[in-house]
């Protein structure tokens, strides 16, 4: 089943991620939120079950394209003729974490990845999209890698990145091309806590009580350099390998505090300089596309 303005069906959002971007806080706060949603017409699919059922079947399709035919019949369990509006939010649509860090590239398979959702999304639905500044991005994403990945310097995690390759104006520029520049939305994380309700106006598409919809006290546990130091030792006093399963507890070890801020591994100079193309490409993407950017 493949959608071409076909009447009768819901609009749908489909919000991207990407990752690093408070995804997972922003999925809490509409799980939580379902029953404001369904009061205001609008169905949000918890992440979980679109993961289970479409996302993991994404990478089999695009291995095996006969597949394409069960990806349709799944994203029927969600898309189908109804008065409300449906939000799909999954940030690995586009890829995960574990990809970028291997190919040092932002979502290498984004092209083929959205071109096939797309094709399974209707004609009117829009997708957003979050980006966030290059310093913080690459530094969240080595946390993460931290999780599963022996122990390595994060000088030596920064070698293997492409930062000539275009960034988040590649990532951008390939979805355009998949869905067209109508529709999509592109939001600077650094804008979240100040513009928080903005972003929820494009995902719901619909006017509603930022008050309904509950803030999650929930915090992830996050690295901070005394962690990662800690973590250091241990690879040279045990061996890389042993790392990952002992992260979670040099996070809860040394917890962010005032005293011990999150990882910064950056220099001034080093910030300042992927600070300002970010800021670049935020100017690159908003002259390419105007308004584009919420």
Same mark, same amino acid.
């Given at each position: $089943?493949?959608?071409?303005?076909?009447?009768?069906?819901?609009? /749908?959002?489909?919000?991207? +991620?990407?990752?690093?971007?408070?995804?997972?806080?922003?999925?809490?706060?509409?799980?939580?939120?379902?029953?404001?949603?369904?009061?205001?017409?609008?169905?949000?699919?918890? $992440?979980?079950?679109?993961?289970?059922?479409?996302?993991?079947?994404?990478?089999?399709?695009?291995?095996?394209? +006969?597949? %394409?035919?069960?990806?349709?019949?799944?994203?029927?369990?969600?898309?189908?003729?109804?008065? #409300?509006?449906?939000?799909?939010?999954?940030?690995?649509?586009?890829?995960?974490?574990?990809?970028?860090?291997? &190919?040092?590239?932002?979502?290498?398979?984004?092209?083929?990845?959205?071109?096939?959702?797309?094709?399974?999304?209707?004609?009117?639905?829009?997708?957003?999209?979050?980006?966030?500044?290059?310093?913080?991005?690459?530094?969240?994403?080595?946390?993460?890698?931290?999780? =599963?990945?022996?122990?390595?310097?994060? *000088?030596?995690?920064?070698?293997?990145?492409?930062?000539?390759?275009?960034? =988040?104006?590649?990532?951008?520029?390939?979805?355009?091309?998949?869905?067209?520049?109508?529709?999509?939305? /592109?939001?600077?994380? %650094?804008?979240?806590?100040? #513009?928080?309700? !903005?972003?929820?106006?494009?995902?719901?598409?619909?006017?509603?009580?930022?008050?309904?919809?509950? !803030?999650?006290?929930?915090?992830?546990?996050?690295?901070?350099?005394?962690?990662? *130091?800690?973590?250091?030792?241990?690879?040279?006093?045990?061996?890389?390998?042993?790392?990952?399963?002992?992260?979670?507890?040099?996070?809860? =070890?040394?917890?962010?505090? *005032?005293?011990?801020?999150?990882?910064?591994? =950056? &220099?001034? !100079?080093?910030?300042?300089?992927?600070?300002?193309?970010?800021? !670049?490409?935020?100017? %690159?993407?908003?002259?390419?596309?105007?308004?584009?950017?919420?």
């Amino acid at each position: $089943m493949r959608f071409e303005g076909c009447s009768g069906l819901p609009s /749908v959002v489909v919000h991207l +991620g990407a990752h690093k971007t408070a995804t997972t806080y922003l999925q809490k706060r509409l799980r939580s939120a379902s029953t404001h949603l369904d009061e205001i017409g609008v169905q949000y699919i918890p $992440m979980e079950r679109f993961r289970r059922r479409v996302t993991r079947f994404m990478r089999d399709t695009l291995r095996e394209p +006969g597949n %394409e035919g069960v990806l349709a019949e799944r994203m029927a369990e969600f898309v189908r003729p109804s008065p #409300r509006s449906i939000l799909l939010s999954d940030e690995n649509i586009l890829g995960t974490c574990s990809q970028i860090v291997k &190919s040092g590239r932002l979502y290498p398979e984004l092209t083929e990845r959205i071109q096939l959702l797309a094709r399974h999304v209707p004609a009117d639905g829009k997708f957003v999209l979050a980006i966030r500044n290059y310093p913080d991005f690459l530094a969240s994403v080595y946390c993460e890698a931290l999780l =599963w990945m022996p122990f390595q310097p994060f *000088a030596a995690f920064l070698k293997r990145f492409a930062l000539d390759d275009g960034l =988040w104006v590649r990532v951008v520029n390939d979805i355009v091309k998949a869905v067209g520049q109508e529709r999509l939305r /592109v939001f600077p994380f %650094e804008a979240m806590p100040n #513009r928080f309700p !903005d972003l929820l106006s494009e995902l719901l598409n619909r006017p509603f009580d930022i008050a309904r919809i509950p !803030d999650s006290d929930e915090k992830r546990a996050g690295f901070t350099g005394q962690a990662v *130091a800690a973590l250091a030792e241990i690879a040279e006093a045990l061996d890389p390998s042993a790392t990952p399963r002992l992260a979670p507890l040099a996070a809860r =070890w040394f917890p962010r505090t *005032a005293q011990t801020p999150r990882f910064d591994p =950056w &220099s001034p !100079d080093e910030a300042g300089r992927l600070g300002k193309l970010y800021q !670049d490409h935020l100017v %690159e993407l908003e002259t390419a596309y105007p308004g584009i950017t919420i």
